[in-house]
């Protein structure tokens, strides 16, 4: 199972969509700094589950949610997708191609989940990944700061 694709928009420093494709398995994120290579693990793991505030580093939840810049307006929606090759059923869900949403409207402050578009729980999206290694605090991603 490997990650094909994030698709990001108004997450963080992503104002607009942003697809990042790879061809095989992530090894790491590198870049210039203030990148927003954090800001791409953090879209991960939020997407897997993760509920911590400080650990995505903001102070509330809507901290997810881009804010403005110089040049741009803030947004209302945070949404990010995980695309996992899932051709060899380790995700135990029916289906070769898996797409993982979250979601935050700052307005109201709901969240949305999903798997394969269709509306669910966070407990569901947890629960699919539990198995796999793949959870937030798993050894399958290590933050900045972290190796040692
Ligand atoms: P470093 O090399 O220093 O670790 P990095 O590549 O990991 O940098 P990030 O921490 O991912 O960079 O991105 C930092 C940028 O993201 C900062 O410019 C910050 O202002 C911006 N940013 C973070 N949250 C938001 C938000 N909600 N809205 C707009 N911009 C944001
Ligand atoms: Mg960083």
């Given at each position: 199972m490997f990650l094909k694709r994030i698709e990001l928009e108004g997450f963080k420093s992503f104002a607009d969509r942003s697809v990042i494709h790879f061809?095989?398995?992530?090894v790491g994120i590198v870049g210039?700094?203030?990148?927003?290579k954090s800001n791409i693990n953090d879209a991960i793991r939020w997407v897997l589950g993760e509920q911590s505030v400080k650990s995505l580093r903001g102070?509330?939840?809507?901290?997810?949610?881009?804010?403005?810049?110089m040049d741009r307006r803030k947004v209302n929606t945070a949404s990010v997708t995980l695309v996992f090759d899932n051709s060899q059923h380790?995700?135990?869900?029916?289906?070769d191609e898996v797409e993982i949403t979250r979601k935050l409207h700052r307005q109201n402050g709901e969240a949305e989940y999903y798997i394969n578009k269709t509306p669910c729980r966070l407990k569901d999206i947890t629960s699919l990944v539990m198995?796999?290694?793949?959870?937030?605090?798993?050894?399958s991603i290590i933050s900045q700061g972290n190796i040692s």
């Open positions: 061809d095989d398995d992530v210039p700094n203030g990148c927003g102070n509330s939840m809507s901290d997810v949610i881009f804010n403005g810049s380790l995700l135990h869900i029916d289906y198995d796999t290694g793949l959870g937030k605090d798993s050894l």
